[in-house]
């Protein structure tokens, strides 16, 4: 039986599946962004294929965004609180 859980060390979003908006590369060459941009703001994430395992929060990943398959990466990114949610990943499977 195979496992639909991954362990990671790095958090790789799209746009869609909730990387900040207002995190871009254009505004980043024109002011470059510090970690005090975004103190004590909370961003959150969706409908990654699989289930992620992070250690125990807080915990540090690399933020990653994916921008048609091409990886940009950002830095760390706190994760805070993690959520799996099973049944609403067999709702989605039998779509």
């Given at each position: ?48 294929p699989n289930a992620r ?43």
């Amino acid at each position: 039986m195979g496992s639909y859980i991954e362990l990671n060390d790095t958090l790789q979003l799209t746009t869609e599946q909730g990387f900040p908006i207002e995190l871009t590369l254009e505004k980043h060459l024109q002011h470059p962004f510090t970690a005090n941009d975004f103190d004590g703001k909370i961003f959150s994430f969706q409908n990654k294929p699989n289930a992620r395992l992070f250690h125990l929060a807080p915990t540090r990943v690399f933020l990653v965004h994916n921008i048609d398959g091409k990886w940009l990466y950002w830095g760390h990114a706190h994760i805070i609180e993690q959520t799996i949610d099973a049944k609403q990943k067999l709702l989605q499977e039998n779509l």
